[in-house]
């Protein structure tokens, strides 16, 4: 069996599998260490769509990005029409001009255009257009500018790549400031969970390599695919997070086979093919739920599955290969450092007392209705999701005290520029034919929604433009559905709608398209890898059924939170009344991982009874008993790892952080708890049922541990 050769290999050759994890870790420490610079911004648009296409045909015709560049806003104490102001402007005008990647400046000297000057006059505009250049070109050069312009207080940068800049330098500082504000909180809290100095060393340990593993592997995937900057933050947090799970696991284990008298050689067999096993069922469960979100068009959810595929499987080798090898090493001294009072609480293997095994019975008396209360609080908690309403990343994702979200907020403000949507329409004709091309603006003024149609405009070639004022803002229904009218209105010619309203329109349609796709290969790898793990049909669906409910809960809060606007000062952000699109989709993928990882911890318990003759109801309380604890500690330290992203200034980001510690506990409390032992206890012994053939199946092709403990 694939465990016994394993262990075989780690009680043999302790030192040298150590060895090669010290040497992979400082190797992947120095080639991994500097990912973030392979990483790239933005991703949030699938490029096939409608609105990037539009945007592909401007940047070709006009040889110009189409993002309106990057804009300098001046102020100075004497006005924007002084002599003063002038010199300042024409300086950073100089300074913009400089940049290779941009291909014109415009100010108000040069031009005279009243627009680029404030209502009251105090701050003027300069502008720089990008020439046809990439998101991360163009992020690349705002990045210069910025250090270029860093000591002029009368300067701040706005436009798409000054926000992606400032995005991607929040992001990397909140990262640093979470692992700070982390770190050691777990090592306190492993204190008391491992109840020994030794053991509540190896997480971190664990941790670190599988960190620093995943950023290498991260940075070999960047080198063939562009990757999202914010897979750093998932890589981070998912890793520390299963770092301490899978560390737990092992370790618990690890120290009960010890208890029960058993050399470290055994032990290690023992802990291998029991909760190794647990480990590598969990981590391909996680993987394949992460796995899903690269079915998308969407390159921050492609990003963010590969992550999870990396931070998966590499915990699961680090768990099943260095962190053995650690503890083969220790033997009993993985107890130094621990009165012999705690040792004794977190070595005493019986199953058959204590308070997770007397409330487990307690539930089982009464399964029906605590079933149904507990039913009912999930889907209580998952009710504020029917009302959920979606935005999608721009300005307003950067804290107000940032220089890109001034000047945008300026530009309303100050400036006149329109607070309501405004929708570009790309029109492909020669450039003899514009009085057709303005008829069918003139006939999109009388739309429901529209304020203003303009003048179109030729771009270059055989492209014409023109902008569509309207009353709503980029994420409202109506200016949704006047997206969807514009684009199905006749006309003698082939044209594209675009602006951040038809590209919210175009990024919800893309991610509805694949969404079941996405959520059938969820379900169906749940499904399979379950009944491998248990020969069963039934627990399989249960799990499905139980992880929904959970995820449902988890929506709900972020509703109740973020989109609704609670605990605001708390939590240091500004609600935007909606959530980011992809949130969703994310946290489908990463809570139903997480949950079938406790259901997959306890389920292995119960089986490990139940094959060992113990009937039903007791196995379930056995089973309980022996990972009641460990899957509050494993949830609430997950809790902390990923937890910190709420400290992010990046509203997306803390819905990443509370949106998975809150499906954690839910899954960890109110499921592990009540849910699954008045379940079990409602089915009997039909919890293990399969039909013939599947039974054959599993025989065949299922994994199992052999006799338990006992080896």
């Known amino acids: 069996m694939m465990f016994e050769r394993l262990a075989r290999v780690i009680n043999r050759l302790p030192w040298v599998v150590v060895g090669v994890a010290i040497a992979f870790a400082a190797i992947a420490g120095v080639l991994g260490g500097p990912v973030a610079k392979s990483l790239r911004v933005g991703g949030f648009q699938d490029p096939s769509t409608q609105s990037s296409l539009a945007i592909d045909r401007l940047q070709s015709a006009s040889g110009l990005r189409a993002d309106g560049g990057i804009v300098a806003l001046v102020r100075t104490s004497d006005g924007a029409t002084s002599d003063a102001a002038m010199a300042e402007a024409l300086k950073v005008a100089r300074v913009i001009r400089s940049e290779p990647d941009i ?23 300069v502008v720089g257009y990008w020439k046809q250049v990439s998101d991360q070109e163009a992020v690349n050069g705002a990045t210069r500018l910025a250090d270029e312009l860093k000591s002029d207080p009368n300067v701040k940068l706005g436009g798409f790549a000054a926000i992606n800049h400032q995005l991607n330098t929040i ?104 909760a190794g096993r647990t480990v590598l069922f969990s981590s391909l469960t996680i993987a394949a739920a992460a796995g899903s979100l690269t079915v998308f068009k969407i390159n921050f959810l492609w990003s963010m599955g590969v992550a999870g595929i990396i931070v998966a499987l590499t915990a699961c080798v680090v768990a099943l290969t260095v962190l053995p090898a650690v503890l083969r090493l220790l033997g009993g001294r993985v107890n130094w450092g621990a009165p012999r009072r705690w040792q004794q609480a977190v070595t005493t293997p019986s199953g058959t007392s204590g308070f997770w095994y007397g409330f487990s019975h307690f539930v089982m008396r009464h399964p029906v209705p605590l079933a149904a209360l507990s039913a009912a609080l999930l889907i209580a908690l998952g009710l504020p999701f029917a009302g959920i309403r979606f935005n999608s990343v721009d300005q307003t994702a950067l804290p107000a005290s940032s220089d890109a979200r001034q000047v945008s907020d300026t530009l309303i403000r100050e400036y006149g520029a329109p607070s309501t949507a405004s929708l570009s329409v790309v029109v492909e004709v020669p450039a003899s034919d514009g009085t057709e091309v303005q008829a069918f603006a003139n006939s999109l003024q009388s739309m429901t929604g529209v304020t203003q149609a303009g003048a179109p405009q030729p771009v270059g070639g055989d492209t014409w433009k023109f902008d569509v004022r309207t009353k709503g803002g980029n994420f409202d229904s109506a200016t949704q559905t006047l997206v969807r009218d514009i684009r199905a209105k006749p006309a003698p010619f082939t044209f594209l709608v675009s602006g951040q309203a038809a590209a919210f329109v175009d990024l919800q349609s893309s991610l509805a398209s694949r969404l079941p796709l996405a959520v059938a290969l969820v379900a169906g790898a749940t499904l399979v890898l379950l009944f491998l793990m248990t020969g069963s049909v039934v627990l399989p669906v249960k799990a499905v059924v139980m992880n929904l409910l959970t995820l449902s809960a988890a929506f709900g809060v972020l509703v109740l939170i973020f989109q609704d606007g609670r605990f605001e000062n708390l939590l240091a952000y500004t609600s935007q009344g909606a959530l980011e699109s992809t949130q969703p989709v994310l946290l489908f993928a990463i809570v139903f991982g997480l949950s079938t990882d406790y259901g997959v911890f ?48 990046i509203i997306f980001i803390k819905e990443l952080g509370i949106g998975i510690a809150a499906g954690v506990l839910v899954d960890a409390t109110v499921v592990r708890a009540f849910l699954v032992p008045s379940l079990m206890a409602l089915l009997g012994r039909w919890n293990w049922w399969a039909p013939r053939p599947l039974r054959w199946l599993y025989r065949q092709a299922g994994l199992h541990e052999g006799s338990p403990t006992a080896a």
Not at 619 to 643: D, N, Y
């Open 103 to 125: 291909a014109q400046v415009v100010t108000y000297y040069e031009t005279h255009d009243p627009s680029m000057v404030a209502r009251d006059g105090s701050s003027t505009t």
């Open 171 to 274: 992001i990397t500082g909140d990262l640093a400031h979470a692992e700070e504000l982390a770190f050691p909180i777990l090592f306190l809290l492993s204190l008391w969970v491992f109840r020994g100095l030794i053991a509540a060393l190896l997480p971190p340990l664990v941790g670190g390599v599988v960190i620093l593993g995943a950023f290498l592997f991260l940075r070999g995937v960047a080198e063939a695919h562009a990757v999202s900057i914010f897979a750093l933050n998932l890589a981070t947090g998912m890793g520390l997070g299963l770092a301490i799970d899978y560390s737990l696991f092992m370790v618990s284990r690890f120290r009960e086979e010890m208890a029960n008298g058993l050399s470290p050689d055994v032990a290690i067999r023992t802990t291998l093919r029991t």
């Open 602 to 649: 306890l389920l292995t318990r119960i089986k490990e009874a139940h094959d060992a003759g113990v009937p039903n109801t007791e196995a379930v309380a056995t089973g309980l008993q022996r990972t009641g604890r460990i899957i509050t500690a494993a949830a609430l330290l997950f809790c902390v790892a990923i937890g910190a992203f709420a400290t992010s200034e």
